[in-house]
C-alpha cells in the first residue's frame, strides 16, 4: 500500500483546518470561557504538526493568534467573582451547564496548555522561528505567561492540581512540567517541575502491566492503584499516550520499549485487524469493539514510529477534528520518511 506524503496530508488538512477554524478555534480562542479551552487544544496541536512537517509559517502564525487572544482574556484572580481562588494570578472562569458555573478549573487549562508549550518548545527548536523576532517576542511573552499563571499558579494552589486522581489528567501535568523545566530559566521552577514529572512518571509506571490480551501490548487503568479490566477507556488514553510521545522523543524516561508497547496495544488489541474497515476498541483490554473512535490526540502519533500503525491510520475515518488528526498524520509521514 502506498502511503500518502506529506503534500496529500496538507491538501486533506487545508479544507478542514479552514472548516474547523470557522466553526469553533476562531471564536473559542475569543471566549474567555476556560470551558473551551479544552477543545480549542486540539487546533494548536494540528497546527503545530503541519507547521513541523511543512515549514509553512501560516499554521504557525494561526496558532499564536489563537493563543495570544486567550493570553490576553485572563484577568485576575481577585477580579472574577465567582472564583474560589481570588488571588493575584491571571486567569479565566470556567462556566458548562449545572456543573461548572465561573470557578477556575486546571483540567480546562492544562488540556490546552500541554501543547502551549509543545509549540514554545518547537518554535524555541527551530531556528528558523527562534530567529525572527515576531516569533521571539512571542515566545518570551507566552514562556513568562506559563511561568507565572500556569505552572506557578497551580502549583502554589496545591499540588495536587498537578498530582490528578486519573491518570490521563496527571498526564497534563507531566507534559507542560517536562517542557517548562526544559524553556525555563529560573533553578527553582525547574526544580518544581522536575519533581512534578518525575513522581507522576513513577506512578504511571508503577501502573502499567502487560495487556491480558496480548502480553507485548501494554495495559493500565486510568485509576491509580487499579489493575483489573476494562482498564483506561480509549479516549482518554489518548492523553498518556500523547504525554509518553513526548517524552520519549525528548530523551526523558520512557524509552523505545515503552512506545514499541503502545504500539502493540494498538495494533494488537485495539484494533479489529481490517485494513479497510478499521475499528478499535472502547476500552484498554480490547472490549468494546468500535466504541473508540476518538485517535487524534494520541494514538495517532504512533505512526510516526510504526509503517503498519501508519497504513491503518490511512484508513480510518475519523470522526472529528481532523486539525489534529490530519496534521500528525503529516508529521507520522516526515517523521517515518526520515
Not at 139 to 158: I, N, Q, V
Not at 190 to 197: A, E, F, L, S
Not at 264 to 281: D, H, M, Q, Y
Amino acid at each position: 500500500m502506498q502511503l500518502k506524503t506529506v503534500q496529500e496530508w496538507e491538501a486533506l488538512f487545508k479544507p478542514e483546518w479552514q472548516k474547523e477554524h470557522a466553526r469553533d478555534f476562531d471564536k473559542w480562542s475569543k471566549d474567555n470561557n476556560s470551558f473551551w479551552f479544552y477543545y480549542l487544544a486540539y487546533g494548536i496541536d494540528g497546527l503545530t504538526a503541519m507547521y513541523e512537517a511543512t515549514q509553512e509559517t501560516a499554521y504557525l502564525d494561526q496558532a499564536i493568534d489563537y493563543l495570544t487572544r486567550v493570553r490576553e482574556s485572563a484577568r485576575p484572580s481577585s477580579t472574577i467573582p465567582t472564583s474560589q481562588f481570588r488571588d493575584t494570578y491571571l486567569g479565566w472562569a470556567a462556566f458548562y451547564q449545572e456543573s461548572v458555573k465561573g470557578t477556575e478549573i486546571p483540567l480546562y487549562e492544562t488540556y490546552l496548555w500541554r501543547y502551549v508549550m509543545k509549540l514554545l518548545r518547537v518554535i524555541n527548536d527551530s531556528p528558523s522561528a527562534r530567529n525572527q523576532r515576531k516569533y521571539r517576542s512571542f515566545y518570551e511573552e507566552m514562556l513568562a505567561f506559563s511561568e507565572s499563571h500556569m505552572f506557578d499558579k497551580w502549583h502554589k494552589r496545591g499540588v495536587n492540581n498537578f498530582y490528578r486522581e486519573r491518570t490521563h489528567m496527571a498526564a497534563h501535568s507531566a507534559y507542560i512540567a517536562m517542557i517548562m523545566e526544559r524553556l525555563t530559566s529560573d533553578n527553582s521552577r525547574k526544580r518544581r517541575c522536575r519533581d512534578v514529572y518525575n513522581r507522576i512518571n513513577r506512578d504511571l509506571r508503577s501502573q502499567m502491566i502487560p495487556n491480558p490480551r496480548n502480553s507485548a501490548a501494554v495495559y493500565w487503568d486510568s485509576v491509580w492503584g487499579k489493575k483489573t479490566g476494562p482498564g483506561q477507556d480509549t479516549s482518554h488514553g489518548n492523553n498518556v499516550v500523547a504525554y509518553i510521545v513526548e517524552a520519549y522523543d525528548l530523551g526523558v524516561f520512557w524509552t523505545k520499549s515503552d512506545v514499541d508497547s503502545l504500539v502493540s496495544l494498538f495494533l494488537k488489541v485495539l484494533w479489529n485487524g481490517s485494513e479497510t474497515r478499521p475499528a478499535f476498541a472502547g476500552m484498554c483490554d480490547g472490549s468494546e469493539m468500535g466504541k473508540g473512535t476518538f485517535l487524534a490526540d494520541g494514538y495517532v502519533k504512533l505512526g510516526r514510529y510504526s509503517r503498519e500503525a501508519r497504513q491503518v491510520l490511512e484508513t480510518f475515518q475519523h470522526p472529528g477534528y481532523l486539525t489534529q488528526y490530519y496534521g500528525n498524520c503529516a508529521l507520522n509521514a516526515k517523521r517515518l520518511r526520515g
